[in-house]
């Protein structure tokens, strides 16, 4: 294959993973800001926007990876650990840290009725977030998004466009939480976050490790959210 062929081909896969993350975002920020239904389907939706396209996409593009970066390896699984609770002692600080300055009493309302978590469901609720949603979430961002852009594009794009797209993802759901300035630094802590999970991801070459720290910054996540909604 020429040289030409070669690029033509790389592009190709490049924008077919540009696409795809674009309209799983937009479908889910349409989900999560102006459908708003139930957790269970909303999960379901969720599952089938960052499981199946992506599996859809790997079959119109062979050169598009699908399962490669789920090798399970035990390299890094212990510094991801004392990174994880560094993770989580840094939020729930965070959080006892600008508590006093900022009105956090608008998230529990908004977790009930945008979100649809409640006392009742809040521990399944918790335990999805923290395992199966953080799951999803690494698997595309960090393996199907970063993973396929890294290949076929390079490092600046992949580092940046999968964290900037990890962060805006969250804007929807995230409405009507936080004031403005809270809301800013939110979402600059998500993309910092996403920065830091690709790093893990392309050390280690798996998620395994990326998706344990997300487990412990939803940990911290959902124990503030057990405390707004006491």
């Not at 009507?176 to 809301?183: E, K």
Request: proline share 3%; aromatic share 16%.
């Amino acid at each position: 294959m020429s040289d030409r062929m070669k690029t033509a081909h790389r592009n190709h896969s490049t924008i077919l993973v540009l696409a795809v993350t674009i309209l799983c975002c937009l479908v889910m920020a349409w989900v999560d800001g102006v459908l708003r239904p139930g957790y269970a389907v909303k999960s379901a939706i969720k599952a089938a926007m960052f499981l199946l396209i992506p599996l859809i996409a790997s079959r119109v593009d062979r050169d598009v990876q699908y399962l490669s970066f789920l090798r399970p390896k035990k390299k890094g699984l212990l510094p991801a650990l004392a990174l994880g609770a560094g993770v989580y002692a840094v939020i729930l600080g965070g959080y006892f840290l600008v508590s006093p300055f900022f009105d956090f009493s608008q998230i529990a309302g908004a977790l009930t009725e945008n979100v649809g978590v409640t006392r009742q469901n809040f521990l399944f609720v918790s335990l999805y977030i923290s395992f199966a949603n953080s799951f999803l979430e690494e698997f595309f961002f960090r393996g199907f998004v970063f993973t396929n852009l890294k290949q076929h594009s390079g490092r600046g794009l992949a580092y940046l466009f999968s964290a900037a797209a990890f962060s805006l993802y969250h804007v929807a759901m995230m409405i009507g939480w936080f004031s403005p300035v809270l809301f800013l630094l939110v979402m600059v802590g998500l993309l910092v976050g996403g920065m830091l999970f690709n790093y893990l991801n392309e050390k280690l070459d798996t998620i395994y490790c990326s998706w344990l720290t997300h487990m412990f910054a939803n940990f911290a996540i959902n124990t503030i959210g057990f405390m707004l909604l006491r």
